[in-house]
């Protein structure tokens, strides 16, 4: 039972534009999500978060944006750069536990 | 601030050998995590430690995977005896969840690779 789900595996974006990465829930217990970044090798690094009370969380060049109606949380890098280039991983929390999803590979070209 | 500390980086066995992996989370962390993750696939959960205390191993094949988290700071995670779908990286997670503190984020060691051939 998958309850996190990134139906993207890759993505591919031109340096300077938009990327947008998606991730979809099926527990309405979730009640924090997180994103992180994972280059080969090392492990993920937290990237932005996101409490279910709010909709939209902004860091520098990332937002992140959820939509508890459609349980569905968004990543956006703008504008992307070639160092953004990795697998993003969305994970959601309830109570104590961190569940991940399948990861989307993100290619970021000049 | 030191992060989490995993070892080893890499490890090769033979199936049906034993193998233990070490983690020393970041200093203050309540909870403690250890994730297998799949080529391709995201991290999967195997088991999570509130200071030495077990919150959740549902996931963790207990017929021959066992961990402890010793005085609720450093942890092993042992596979006793090996099988060849044990090839994954082994992830090490610490937070500094605890009471009204839940809502922070989970910091991530490098990770053991582990080849069983």
């Known amino acids: 039972d998958q309850q996190v789900k990134q139906n993207s595996p890759s993505l591919s974006v031109q340096e300077g534009r938009i990327s947008i990465l998606n991730c979809d829930y099926t527990?309405?217990?979730?009640?924090?999500f997180l994103w992180y970044k994972k280059y080969p090798a090392e492990g993920p690094t937290f990237l932005i978060s996101?409490?279910?009370?709010?909709d939209k969380n902004e860091d520098g060049r990332f937002t992140v944006f959820l939509n508890k109606s459609a349980k569905h949380l968004s990543l956006h890098i703008v504008p992307s750069q070639p160092g953004d280039s990795a697998v993003y991983f969305c994970a959601a929390s309830a109570t104590d536990k961190l569940i991940f999803g399948t990861g989307t590979r993100l290619q970021v070209f000049p | 601030e030191a992060g989490v500390a995993q070892s080893p980086r890499y490890k090769i066995i033979e199936k049906r050998q034993s193998v233990a992996f070490w983690c020393n989370p970041i200093?203050?962390?309540?909870?403690l995590y250890w994730y297998q993750q799949i080529l391709g696939q995201g991290p999967k959960l195997l088991i999570q430690?509130?200071?030495?205390?077990?919150?959740?191993d549902s996931q963790l094949p207990k017929d021959r995977f066992s961990a402890e988290r010793l005085k609720g700071v450093d942890s092993t995670l042992k596979i006793q005896p090996a099988k060849l779908e044990d090839s994954a990286v082994y992830l090490c997670?610490?937070?500094?969840?605890?009471?009204?503190?839940?809502?922070?984020?989970?910091?991530f060691g490098q990770g053991t690779r582990l080849t069983v051939v």
């Open positions: 430690f509130q200071n030495n205390g077990v919150v959740d």
């Open positions: 527990n309405s217990m979730f009640d924090y």
């Open positions: 200093s203050g962390h309540a909870t």
């Open positions: 996101i409490s279910s009370i709010k």
């Open positions: 997670a610490s937070s500094f969840r605890t009471g009204d503190l839940m809502n922070t984020e989970a910091f």
